[in-house]
């Protein structure tokens, strides 16, 4: 059974810092191209950071460069955020993403249940 469950969510202050995990279980997590993604109340689900599953290279969401750090830990089947210097704009439900990226697991595709994040004074 497939399984992506995050954690580390909450109420930060504006500056702040969260880091967010997403522990996977059920399929072979080596495989997948790991993500996080965040839906604002209103907003349109958007990506946040993606590590690749090949090299565990990265890429950032504009908004979020410089100040969100995506890593994967291949060991522990683990993905996690951390996120610094959080704003108000940063509040969200913050989804973890598996999307297969070899064989033969190209293609397939899981999503956690998300976790609230809120930065607020």
């Known amino acids: 059974q497939v399984q992506l469950v995050e954690s580390g969510g909450g109420l930060v202050q504006p500056g702040g810092s969260l880091r967010l995990s997403c522990a996977a279980s059920g399929f072979t997590f080596s495989n997948y191209i790991m993500s996080w993604h965040r839906q604002a109340p209103g907003k349109e689900r958007e990506v946040v950071a993606i590590v690749w599953h090949f090299d565990g290279s990265t890429n950032y969401a504009n908004s979020v460069k410089g100040r969100f750090t995506i890593s994967r830990d291949n060991a522990n089947n683990t993905v996690y955020l951390q996120m610094n210097s959080l704003k108000p704009e940063d509040t969200a439900v913050y989804y973890c993403?598996?999307?297969?990226?070899?064989?033969?697991?190209?293609?397939?595709?899981?999503w956690g249940k998300g976790i609230l994040v809120t930065v607020s004074s």
């Open positions: 993403k598996a999307l297969g990226g070899r064989s033969p697991d190209s293609g397939m595709e899981y």
